[in-house]
């Protein structure tokens, strides 16, 4: 019989998994690195005939601090959201957001061009355009048999 570490955090985003629309989804956090744990932003990838569309909600996060690299196949998001100074006059109650280092990675599919990627930052969501090659049928081939 093998043990099985219990991950507390990891248990409860199940268990919230399972109700949907009940609770709103919690960030990802991944475990520790130098400054603490990681966290992970929400996102969404969607498909058009031309295109594959990977969206990141990266709020407060300055597009010069985030880097969009494909090596071997994948797409990695990684950067940094930096936590505001404390002002003299203000001091925290309660602080939600995650700050710290950040990091997706997606395994692309075959039929994209990778020279053509590109991504765009605009109103805290950063956009990578991953366009597919063109020329391909998606649509089910017949082959006679001889």
Do not use: C
């Amino acid at each position: 019989m093998s043990l099985i570490r219990w991950e507390p955090f990891t248990a409860m985003d199940d268990v919230f998994a399972r109700l949907p629309g009940a609770f709103p989804r919690w960030p990802a956090i991944s475990g520790a690195g130098d400054n603490g744990p990681q966290w992970a932003p929400s996102v969404d990838i969607s498909e058009t005939d031309a295109e594959y569309l990977i969206r990141a909600a990266l709020p407060a996060v300055r597009k010069e601090d985030v880097e969009v690299t494909v090596e071997n196949g994948v797409l990695k998001l990684s950067g940094e959201r930096k936590q505001r100074s404390e002002q003299k006059d203000e001091k925290y109650h309660k602080v939600e957001n995650f700050y710290g280092s950040f990091s997706r990675s997606f395994t692309l599919p075959d039929t994209i061009e990778v020279g053509a990627i590109r991504a765009e930052s605009k109103d805290g969501v950063l956009t990578v355009h991953v366009p597919k090659v063109k020329g391909e049928s998606s649509e089910p081939t017949t082959i006679k048999v001889q």
